[in-house]
């Protein structure tokens, strides 16, 4: 059975997407099929990270499916990296348009998060799919509260900060509400001169939730900028082995 992962934060810019998709390559790199999926229709851009650049439209995106314009395996892109194919991994993408007018048609008439569900269904079939990993768009909005329900994993992530803190515990109870079957948090951007150990126990007696992932703060990830995939380009670093560990969590 394939699973679809959710990768939430409530505020943006906690490293959702750059997690999203190193997760979902990691994945890929044993052997898995990954869809990864851009829902955040009103800011997207993890396409970045797959060097899918959209300087010239494409021929579908995810707003051309859930218009009814195309099936949504027509709007899946293969952006396997090298590794994962040697592995007979892949990772599909299906990006979200970034022309303005296809946006905030988004926005003003909102989206169908059935047809999003079916959809994925579809997608699994076409694609022999293992995973979808769902990135979203940050805090609370109808579609998210929807997309979350459909979730078999939830992976929330946050920031050791005050406001991500807060907001954070906000969708952890909505998400109990809403009987999620698994859910992981994963925290980002911890100093390095921090104790790690006492940032996981401090979040995991917060929510009664697991922390499967504390990443550091590294100067490399904000160098790359999301040009790259951070696993791919510094595979010994120990923000990598720090994501394939959140990988395994997710996959066992
Ligand atoms: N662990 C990290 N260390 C340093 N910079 C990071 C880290 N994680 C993410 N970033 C940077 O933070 C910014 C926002 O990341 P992004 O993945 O786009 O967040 P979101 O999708 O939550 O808005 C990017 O410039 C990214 O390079
Ligand atoms: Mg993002």
Known sequence: MAKIVLVHSFRGGTGKSNTTANLATAIACTGQQVAVIDTDIQSPGIHILFGLEQDTPLKYTLNDYLWGNCAIEDAAYDVSPEAAKQNNGRVFLLPSSIEAEDMTRI?????????????????VKALNLDYIFVDTHPGLNEETLLSIATANILVVILRPDRQDLQG???????????????????????????????????????????????????????????????????????????IKTVAQSVMT
């Open 107 to 123: 926005l003003h008439e909102g989206y169908d998060v059935r047809l999003l569900k079916n959809g994925f269904r579809s997608l």
């Open 168 to 242: 954070t515990a906000v969708m952890v109870d909505l998400a109990r509400q809403l009987k999620v079957p698994k859910m992981l948090i994963v925290v980002n951007r911890v100093l390095q001169d921090i104790d790690i150990n006492a940032v996981r126990q401090q979040i995991e007696s917060k929510y009664d939730v697991p922390v499967v992932g504390v990443l550091p703060n590294c100067d490399e990830m904000m160098r790359l900028g999301s040009s790259a995939l951070f696993c791919l380009e510094y595979p010994d670093h120990p923000l990598t082995q720090e």
